[in-house]
Structure formats: C-alpha cells, structure tokens
C-alpha cells in the first residue's frame, strides 16, 4: 500500500532541527547540570495493609505534606522542604510500614533551540512528504532538507532499510478502539494531521501550560504514532488508525547549557502509567529517559502490564550500554534508533541484554506543535531514541488490533519481538544492539499472536516481603517471576514450591498478565526470625522446568529458594 502526502513546500511551516537532525540529538550528561530529582519532594511507597492513620503519622514525624497520592500502589509524593529530601529519606526508611522512599527523579527531553526558520519556498517546488519517512517505505530514496547547504534530497537511504510499514498496512490498517497513551510534554490536538485523534488530554505535571505541547516533542511522537494516514495530507502514523491519549507528563525547563529542556518527573510518569491502564487503553509510550530506576515507576509498570498495557520506552541517547528508566523496567519495551541504513544511530544507546527492539529513529519526518513552531500545520525531522519508541507503540496498536480482543499484551509483545528482523538490510547483526532486533509490522502482523513456544522455563526473579499482622504476628510474601527461555514473561506458569526453617508446608500459585505470581505465609510468630521458600517444580503447557537456568538479578535470592527475616 502507498500512501501519497504531496505538498507545495511552503506549507511546512517550520523546519525544527534540521541542522542537528543528520547528526542526532545532543547527547546529554546525566551527571551534570540537569536537575536530577524534583526539589523537596519524596515519593513514599507503603508496606501493603499499612492503615491509612500509620501513613499519616509516618508522614506527620517527618513534617510532610502529601501532594499526590496513587492509591493502585500504595504510594504518595509528599513536600518535605528543599535540601530536607535526605533527612526525610533517612526517617521513612526507619518506618516498618515504609516499604521504600526515594526521590521524584527527573528525566530530561531534549529540544534542540534551533529558531523559527521557516523552509526556503520556491515557487513549484514540491515536497513528497511521505518519501521522507524512509523508516515507514525505503527503496534507497533521497530525502531531508539540509539547511546549511539549502541541498533538497541529501541523504540517500538503503533498500528496505524500514519496518515494512507498506505492507503491513495491507493486512491491517488497525482500530480507533487501540488508544496509544503518549506521556510526554502534550500533544497538538489540534494539528491538522492530528485532529480527531485524541481522546484525552491530561496534565500530571507542574506545566504551568496546562496540556499545551509548549515543547513539540510530544507532538512530534504523536505523529510518528497515529497521525491521520492516507488523507491526501501531512504524514503517515504507523498506526493509521489508532487513537491517541495525550497524558503531560513534562514540563518546561530552561537550561542554560542545554536550552529549553522537558523534564519528567518518574512520579508523574507513574501516575500516568496506572491511569492509562485504568482508562483501558492499549499501548503506552514514554520517550523520556534516566539513569535512576524508580519504585514507584516499577509498581506501576508492573500494574499496567497486569492490566493488558503494552509499554514501549526509548533507550535513551547516550551512546552506550548504560540501562535507563522507564525503558529497562522487565515490563517494558525498550526501543533503540536505527538510521535510514539499518545501523545503530550515532547516539542509540544499546545493550542485547535489556534494549529489546530498536526502529527507526534517526532524521525523522513527523508533526510539530503550532506553540512551539508559532504557525499550524508545522513538520519537522528529529533524531532520538524518542523518535524509534513510537515507531514501536504504533506498531503495537496495529498487531494489537489485528490479533483482536483475545489477544493479551504479552502475545502483543512476542509478536513484535519475533517478528523482528534479524539481519539489517547491509547484512548488519541487530543481535548485537538488541535483544530481538529491528521492529518490522509485517512480520508482527502475519505472527499468530502467540506468546507460547518456548522450549523451557525458568524463575527470572525472587523477591521477599515481611509485613507486621499485628502484635506478634507477621507473614511473609514470595513475588515468583517466570521467565521462558528467551527471558520473555510467561502467562499462565503454574509454580509449585514449599516453605521450610521457620514455616513449613507446600504451596502454588499461576502466573498473570505480568508474568509473576505471590504466594503468603502468615500468622508467623513473632519469635520466627526467618523462613525459607524454595521452588521445586514450573509447570507449563509449551516448556520444561530448567531449574539451572533460575536466576535473581537483584541478588536477594540463590534464584530458587528465597530467605525471608521478620520485620
């Protein structure tokens, strides 16, 4: 399928980026400069059961105000005074209904400050502007607008280069009912190639813009998302038809190094995670990026994968091996940049053990915001890792709604990560960068949506809690996650396992949407200092229980049996 978008030049408005969009983005310096947290804020995550009077006085020995509070995983951001973050962090953590405390850390979006230049207009000149989504259609065409030389057609691609969007499209051109959530800096309801798409438009954060898309960026993975397709204007959407959720997660920051910057805060992030899954929609994307794993980003992660999300993150753009968050979370879609040859960006970060696909990410043709280019119906090309996530979340929305309501997000994800290419289109090795390789639909699509097939299983993680029942008492909880033999989350694992040392007796539980499931022991006396869990056996229709192949990554466990101590 060939979708046209043919458009005299002087429509485009302005050309964001176009100096630094054939380079890549500005690798940013985690450790420096950019705020690394909100300042005088704490996010405090309870022990499960802690009693809404036991927050109050944890809260209340500490001098804090509440400010947010997620109630789907029993935790609140609360005000604690600039430069008092430390000594709050210390005071919560002595509390026994205190499961963890941490920073609301920051993670920058990059904008490049290039100026309002508007494209050079030359009377009969024209701009095929779906030829310049080489990541959507490569057949080796020249594309982008170098500003500097004032050269149409500068860059000249590699066939089938692209995720096979074209022909994708002709399998499925997927459903409104598929929402995309874009947390990010707002979106441009309004843009022509955008209008009638979005369902919702929230604020999270502290923009003192409301939604506004002051920024562009969130316009920008918008677009490259869901823009309205095949209507004779503007660009194509990887997902055609899916709808749109704009959840503001951003807001705007002026950085004297760095110039205008989004930062976006991992509580607001979770928050908009969990209302995403309670709003029911399909895919999550979030093209933001640190290097501070967050509990509270976790948790929710973990409750939108439990409840059907698929989440898709960008890797960020340091270069490098280093995981960051969202992206590195179990239940997330890590997603690298690729450029119009199928080699890694110059700034993808990569890692085959935790990036799990990588797209099209680099010099990028999508929407941009009317606030931030100051005329509507703006265009532009970027270059991130924020650019190659929506790629992903679009192409989700498609298989997602091909596979149709049967379909859970854990068969969504294996699609995408098996249909992947493996070989670039210069014979490059994507094994070597990611985990699956580079995204392409077509494939996606023609997979029957089955998460199953592996040939083994295997626990991917133990993790132990002790919560006080009441005086004397306590109980001990056991997380079991189940991996497969390519370390995808497994549904529908049946885990037998027993209790020993302080505690006896055997137990099983089955695994959920999250690939995990929670087995309790309670009523343990007070004079019970530690008990034991131990798995012996995984029961699963397509796999074998590979007990040497059982692992802990936080390093709590042995991977099959777990020591638990009394609060």
Known sequence: MRVWGLFPVFFLGLVWGMAQAAQGPTIIDHSQRLPAFVPGQVVVGFAPGAATVARAQAHEQVGAQVVRTMDAIAAQVVSVGVNAETRALAAYRQNPN???AELNYLRPVIIPDEGSEPWPYQPGTTLDFFNEQWGLH???????????????????????????????????????????????????????????????????????????DILGHGTHVAGIAAAITNNDHGVAGVGWSSGLASLKVCYEYQDPLYGVVGLCDSAASA??????????????????????????????????????????????NDYAPTRMYPAAFDEVIAVAATDWHDNLASFSNFGSDWVSLAAPGHTVFSTVSEEY??????????????????????????????????????????SLETGADKTGALGQDFLAWTGNGRLNVRRALADDGSASGTSSVHIGDLDGTATTDR??????EVTVTVHDDTAQLL????????????????????????????????????????????????????????????EDPDGDSDGTAITINAP
């Open 98 to 100: 205190v499961r963890y």
């Open 491 to 550: 549904t529908g694992a049946a885990v037998s396992g027993a209790w020993s040392d302080g505690a006896s007796g055997n137990v099983s539980c089955t695994t959920g949407f999250s690939g995990t499931c929670l087995l309790s022991k309670g009523n343990l006396k007070q004079g019970t200092k530690s008990v034991t869990f131990t798995v012996t056996n995984i029961a699963y229709d397509d796999g074998t229980y590979d007990s040497a192949a059982n």
């Open 271 to 316: 928050q908009a995670m969990i209302h995403a899954a309670d709003m029911g929609y399909a895919v999550v994307n979030m093209s933001y990026a640190g290097p501070s794993g967050s509990a509270a980003e976790a948790d929710a992660a973990q409750y939108a994968w439990a409840n059907g999300v698929v989440l898709v993150a960008a890797a960020a």
């Open 471 to 476: 005086p004397g008492r306590w109980t001990a």
């Open 373 to 414: 280019c100051g005329q509507i119906d703006c265009y532009a090309w970027l270059s991130g890792t924020s650019m190659a996530s929506p790629v992903v979340a679009g192409a989700a929305a498609l298989v997602r709604a091909h596979h149709g309501p049967a379909a859970t997000n854990a068969d969504v994800r294996a």
């Open 138 to 212: 490569n057949d080796g065409q020249a594309f982008f607008y170098d500003q500097v030389t004032g050269e149409l057609g500068a860059i000249e691609g590699s066939v089938d280069a692209d995720i096979d969007a074209t022909e994708a499209w002709d399998i499925n051109t997927g459903s409104p009912a598929e929402v995309i959530a874009i947390l990010d800096t707002g979106i441009d309801c309004d843009h022509p190639d955008l209008a009638g798409k979005c369902v919702e438009e929230t604020n999270f954060g502290p923009s003192e813009y409301g939604t506004t």
